[in-house]
């Protein structure tokens, strides 16, 4: 059974840190690249950072650049997202998501994903 478990998540102060995971089941989560998403109070679902298979190259958004870090622990098959510094607007639901290949440019792009979901795991960042 092809299965995602987000986890990791949880209520941390500003400047704080959290440590999210991305499980697979029922496939390798090292031949895909994998990207985290996040939705924040009364926003849309947005894409923060992406990892590719086979060279691990990586990529983030502005918002976020320079304070997480995605990395893959395949032994596991899982991917990370560390994140230091956590603000208040990076409350949200976190979710991991699939594709082929590499992140590309159009990473972005949430039909370019596989439709494999998890639950999501929930980042609440007080001030």
């Known amino acids: 059974q092809v299965q995602l478990v987000e986890s990791g998540g949880g209520l941390v102060q500003s400047g704080g840190s959290l440590n999210l995971s991305c499980a697979a089941s029922g496939f390798t989560l090292a031949h895909y690249a994998v990207s985290w998403f996040r939705q924040g109070p009364g926003k849309e679902r947005e894409g923060i950072s992406c990892?590719?298979?086979?060279?691990?190259?990586?990529v983030y958004v502005d918002s976020v650049e320079g304070r997480f870090t995605i990395y893959r622990d395949n032994a596991k098959n899982t991917v990370h997202l560390l994140m230091n510094n956590l603000q208040p607007e990076d409350t949200g639901h976190y979710y991991c998501?699939?594709?082929?290949?590499?992140?590309?440019?159009?990473?972005?792009?949430?039909?370019?994903?596989?439709?494999?979901w998890g639950q999501g795991t929930l980042v609440n960042v007080s001030s």
């Open positions: 998501r699939p594709k082929m290949d590499l992140c590309g440019s159009r990473w972005l792009i949430e039909n370019m994903y596989l439709e494999v």
């Open positions: 990892i590719s298979s086979l060279d691990d190259t990586t």
